[in-house]
């Protein structure tokens, strides 16, 4: 059993120096991007062998059965080291459907599902939007009908994040056609290796194809394989965008601040520090770090004194962190100037997110770092979304007509 509070945050530290090399220089200083894609794989492994993923899951499923405190422990000592808290997939498998099993699963789902995905066994990807169904996913038409004690299910889904690598993926299916539209659908686990399953790749701007569309041609997944209930699926899906856009609202500002001081690196290594608007602009960001960080201990506060799940306050953070990620990223490009735009190093292009811990201040990164925060703005719900969303749930304000 791993121990809580600040000592847990000397077990992890104790952790880590015990498995990175002395003269290690955080994640960003491999420059290669086979070779950094490689050491997150691996450091994965490590993480699971030591005991620090799935780390707030009770122990009966492959947890620590600690809290988001030590979760939040945890990341600030990983980002002090310029390592990944967990790997690339596990945003879907570990942020997202864990969370929803532990609150909607049966004990059943709970036994077959949380240790695979725990040991990466299981690798999930979210098959939510779909051609013409997004923002109002409620509308969306991928059929699943029940043939015995069988779903088969029929559709498109788009924007698949990472499909090529999952073996698994989480479906939202319309079950009732004659229900309203979001009380007709259901919440279901389907294995994507199956012949009416295809996963085409799709191009982004960036050159890469992490996301890629879903085809399911009469595909099958045993009927105990939905998620709190038949025609519930709205109320799982809702509780996981929750999850989604206000999971790391008490971690994200360590990252946050972890790259404004990089950034505030870049601005004196250029001599754009000497510029009074320039200073302006990062005295502003990191004011708007600072207010994440007290943004994040309120919603965390309420979460540790809830039921675990976030409401609409999620919202709150999802719209200030992405908008605030697209300032820092062209706050970068202006620092830099034309030479911004020119890819460094070797490798392809890479579209850097946030939290990938220490990486190196060259060009091409912070414009990989723009193209990621501009799709921050539009993944798990646009900003107009979330400003609807807070207009409607949250300041009361009357509905928009739909
Ligand atoms: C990088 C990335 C990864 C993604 N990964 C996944 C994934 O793994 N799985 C998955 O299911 N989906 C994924 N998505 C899809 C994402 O959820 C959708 O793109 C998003 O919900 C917006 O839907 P849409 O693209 O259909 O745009 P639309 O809904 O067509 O919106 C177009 C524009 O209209 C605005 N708009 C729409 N409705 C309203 C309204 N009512 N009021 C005001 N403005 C409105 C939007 O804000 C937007 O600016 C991903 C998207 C991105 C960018």
Redesign the pocket.
Known sequence: MAPSGEAFRDHVRAILAEELPADWKGLGAIEDRAEADAFVESWRETMLRRGLLGIQWPVEYGGAGLTKLEQIILVEECARAGVPFMGYSDTFGLKMLANILLYFGTETQKQRFLPPTLNGEIRW?????EPGS???LASLSTRAELDGDTWVLNGQ?L???RAREANWIFVLARTNADAPKNRGISFLLVNMDQPGIEVRPIKAMSGESE?NEVFLNDVTTPAENVVGGVDNGWAVATTLLGFERGEEAATNPILFRAELDRLMALAAERGAARDPLIRQRLAELYIRVEIMRYLGDKIIAGVLAGDGRLGPEASISKLFWSEYHKDVANLALDILGPAGQIVEGRGLLRTYRYDDPGAPNTSGRWIGALYNAT?GT?????S??QR?ILAENVLGLPR?PR
């Open positions: 990807c979210q098959g939510f939007s997004g923002s109002d889904k924007w698949t994040t996301f799709a539009i993944y798990a719900g646009t107009q979304v609807n928009e």
